[in-house]
């Protein structure tokens, strides 16, 4: 029988979403804070060619994930309805073309040396090729669990497959296997998350394919595959850049500074493409609650995740000694400059929950092969002026990517590019005076102890911040009164009622009054669908 999708409340919906927003960020504070320690190991056993040639051989590995998915992962989500020969069907095709895709994996394996010209990187590549096989065959399980808003769900499984990881990588480190710590922590964390979806998701293919099933999945699939080829060529173009003219041991400080720039929007924003996706989706039959929805959503995004990025943008130099230990300095200028850059395209990720919920992937394909182009030839202008250089040509790339957002999510949503631009005025106020009170603070503590001054820095920019919301954003803070309330219930497993707070809930003054109120991957794309299998926390 087909599984109805279309029925469910405005309420319901925001609950679900307040919910999986939450759990997912405790997933992320869980395994970020557990992560904190094992990498704080990890940089002082391995060297930066290490954690180099580790990220080098993982920029390989999203372009299989892709091929074995096809996309359709993203239309399980969103489709209207399900059954159970549609979803056997896009089982036993990634299944399939998992196993297939792994073994052309371990024979390419040697050419991607020769372009990275690395030889320890074959070895490495042909071993995470089990990482395709674990990714695919979770494909549909997983796309059943988000579709289903069973968010507690992926963020229990994700915190015990990535806790379990990091004990199996510092254990390995120890041992003295060295950069086989790393491989081991991606196949063991992507190997759990897997078994314990499918034990979660409750569901057996039947051996049966329809190629009419089949054919729709790959029309709406062949846009997301797109999107998805086109971040994955960027992110290992990069890589081959980086790696030729500066060096293996560069790649590994660039691999330093974007982890930490990822665990601040991992602890703050990571939950917002796969619940914002399946939300968005439900709504789409009401433009205007859609508008509303989304603006409420992008003041929200904003509020949450400046003060954290600015902070690091800030003490960088003092945060990268403590967590990676010495060695690691190069790093911090670039982590700085990409957490500035992070901050511009904060909305990115919203926006692609945005386009893939209304089954929209080919207008976001189009910008994305326009940004990643443009970050390509940004890298290979900059890295011949060292890693700096490229980090700011990211930071250039990321003002050209927001602002033309704001013209693309425009159109979607009838309404004009200034009504999106209004939250961002917040943003770059917050960001300026936060920031400025950060340096300040920075500037008078010299002599103290590292860590009383990353305290002292972070009060200043909370306070200032707090400031400009009073300022410029009261709105806010009477959406985060309506939100807090819920997470002690949301926490202890309670039912609430809806909150203002709600992704879904229905607000006709809030399009109306936001282009006057000024509330509120580093320029990459948003992992793709399905990506909860394959981050190597």
């Known amino acids: 029988m087909p599984e109805q999708t279309g029925t469910q409340q405005p309420d319901s919906i925001g609950r679900q979403a307040a919910s999986g927003v939450l759990w997912l960020i405790v997933q992320k504070w869980a395994i970020r804070i557990t992560g904190f320690v094992t990498i704080a190991v990890l940089t002082r056993f391995l060297s930066p060619e290490d954690f180099g040639t580790v990220a080098a051989a993982s920029t390989m590995l999203p372009f299989f994930y892709l091929l074995a998915d096809l996309g359709f992962a993203a239309y399980i989500v969103q489709a209207d309805t399900t059954d159970r020969r549609m979803l056997s069907t896009g089982f036993w095709f990634s299944t399939v073309a998992g196993l297939l895709l792994a073994g052309a994996l371990i024979l390419c394996a040697p050419l991607v040396g020769l372009v990275f010209r690395s030889e320890q990187i074959v070895p490495v590549m042909q071993v995470l090729s089990l990482a395709v096989v674990f990714t695919a065959t979770a494909s549909v399980p997983m796309a059943l669990l988000r579709r289903g808003m069973r968010f507690r769900a992926i963020a229990a499984q994700g915190s015990v497959a990535a806790v379990v990881a990091q004990v199996v990588a510092v254990g390995m480190t120890l041992a003295g296997l060295g950069v086989w710590a790393l491989v081991g922590q991606i196949l063991v964390s992507l190997f759990l998350t897997a078994v314990l979806a499918w034990v979660a998701a409750r569901w057996r293919p039947a051996f049966a394919f329809s190629y009419a099933e089949f054919r729709v999945m790959a029309r709406f699939g062949s846009q997301v595959l797109g999107v998805e080829f086109v971040a994955m060529f960027r992110a290992w173009a990069e890589a081959a850049i980086i790696s030729t003219v500066l060096g293996m041991a560069a790649l590994g400080y660039l691999n330093i500074a974007q982890r930490l720039v990822q665990i601040v929007q991992d602890l703050t924003g990571a939950a917002l493409v796969p619940v914002s996706t399946v939300a968005f989706a439900k709504i789409r039959g009401s433009s205007e609650r859609l508008r509303s929805a989304y603006l409420k959503a992008l003041r929200m995004t904003y509020a949450v995740m400046s003060p954290p990025l600015t902070l690091l943008a800030v003490a960088a130099p003092l945060v990268i000694p403590i967590v990676f230990g010495d060695g690691w300095e190069q790093s911090a200028r670039v982590a700085q400059v990409l957490a500035l850059a992070g901050l511009l395209v904060v909305g990115a990720t919203l926006d692609h929950g945005l386009f893939y919920g209304l ?64 939250p961002f005025g917040f943003l770059a106020a917050a960001t300026i005076c936060g920031g400025g009170a950060g340096w300040l603070v920075l500037a008078l503590t010299d002599g103290l102890a590292p860590l009383v001054r990353i305290l002292l820095i972070g009060v200043a920019v909370l306070l200032a911040y707090l400031v400009i919301v009073r300022l410029l954003a009261r709105q806010l803070v009477s959406e985060l009164r309506a939100y807090l309330p819920r997470l002690p219930a949301k926490l202890g497993g309670q039912k609430s009622g809806p909150a203002a707070s709600d992704l879904a809930a229905s607000d006709p003054a809030a399009s109306a009054s936001s282009a006057s109120t000024p509330a509120a991957s580093v320029p990459s794309m948003p992992a793709p669908a399905g990506s909860e299998l394959k981050e190597p926390s």
């Open 359 to 422: 089954g929209r992937p080919g207008r976001w394909f189009l910008y994305a092969l326009f940004i990643d182009a443009c970050t390509v030839a940004a890298t290979a202008l900059t890295a011949q002026w060292g890693l700096e250089a490229a980090a700011y040509g990211f930071l250039a790339v990321a003002v050209l990517a927001t602002v033309s957002r704001w013209f693309l999510v425009a159109r979607l949503l009838q309404t004009s590019p200034r009504t999106l631009a209004g």
